[in-house]
């Protein structure tokens, strides 16, 4: 008897490694991969902007930081004596426009040469929903709660996004030749848009996708939306609000991700890390104990050992806390 389709994911044509700097942007479900690659100890980085949903917003971020195009004075507003940007997440907010122009730019700066060195670059769309000033028509990536009057909401289409990658393939091609590319459809529900029109939605996110793979040499998709709405389907793999997927259906769509991207030696060493890692997090009920302080010193050589054979791991924090036994 089968409860779930148990979708196989079939082996990327490239593996993931440790060294090799990954880069992520999109919608929330994005962070959660993040996660657990930052917590393997993998070179990941996330949101240069902040969580950013609908692909339009997401292909003018990567193109500013392609071109280097800094933000100026006119793109901060004020909300409640604080500054903020519409083209970045309420993450960062400052008391000054200057202060908030110079966190903005940093991670230009920064993500600009992640994007130079990026081994792979994973995308996740969120909505093809989007909202537009009404003044200047331009798509923002973040209201910032600003009342909806302000804005119109609009469904993009998947001819202006095929349209809208391909140029901007172009420009991370030319900076990066070697940059692999890897699209993949969050399954979190925005209810808030409507059943149906979330349906609408990602129906209009899949094919913009898939139109992608198709066009673009170095471009492939990952399943993510189809591995929870497909194949796990059910709603207690999802929060108490039925729109966000729970630890458990992030861990079984992880379980895939690994599957796919990762080699037999990338998984060993992954098992030997998450094993530091637990050991990290685990609290321990008398640190003056002597099985404490014992539990401290054997997972310090755990990370020496390690730290010799793969110098480029970055345990520094771990070593740290053990060597405080």
């Known amino acids: 008897m089968k409860f779930h389709l148990n979708i196989s994911v079939p082996p990327s044509a490239f593996t993931l490694q440790h060294q090799a700097p990954i880069l992520m942007i999109g919608s929330c479900f994005s962070e959660q991969i993040y ?14 902007f902040g969580i950013v949903f609908n692909p339009e917003s997401i292909a ?15 793109e901060v507003i004020e909300k409640q004596q604080q500054y903020v940007c519409l083209d970045a997440h309420s993450q960062f907010t400052a008391s000054s426009p200057t202060l908030l122009l110079d966190q903005l730019n ?6 600009h040469q992640h994007l130079c060195k990026a081994h792979t670059l994973f995308i996740t769309f969120g909505s093809a929903f989007a909202y537009a000033k009404k003044d200047t028509q331009q798509v923002v990536a973040n209201c910032h709660k600003i009342p909806q009057s302000y804005f119109n909401k609009q469904l993009l289409t998947t001819s202006s996004l095929v349209a809208q990658f391909h140029t901007l393939y172009k420009l991370l091609l030319a900076l990066n030749p070697t940059l692999q590319i890897v699209l993949t459809v969050s399954p979190v529900k925005h209810l808030k848009d409507g059943v149906v029109e979330n349906n609408l939605s990602k129906s209009i996110l ?6 992608l793979v198709n066009d673009l040499a170095h471009c492939s998709y990952f399943p993510s939306y189809e591995l929870v709405t497909d194949d796990l389907r059910d709603y207690r793999f999802y929060e108490k609000d039925l729109a966000h997927p729970n630890a458990l259906a992030v861990d079984y769509v992880w379980q895939k991700f690994a599957e796919c991207y990762f080699n037999n030696h990338t998984t060993q060493l992954n098992q030997r890390l998450m094993q530091i890692h637990q050991a990290y997090l685990h609290k321990l009920f008398n640190e003056h104990s002597t099985e404490s302080i014992q539990f ?7 990370c020496l050992a390690l730290k010799e054979e793969f110098p480029f791991l970055n345990l520094q924090s771990e070593i740290i806390y053990f060597k405080s036994a």
Do not use: G
């Open 35 to 48: 996660h657990k690659l930052h917590d393997l100890k993998f070179n990941v980085h996330s949101n240069p």
């Open 206 to 211: 899949i094919q913009t996708s898939h139109q």
């Open 60 to 74: 003018n971020q990567l193109t500013r930081i392609v071109n280097k195009h800094y933000f100026t004075r006119n």
């Open 106 to 111: 940093h991670q230009i700066v920064v993500w």
């Open 296 to 302: 401290k010193k054997d997972n310090l050589q755990k």
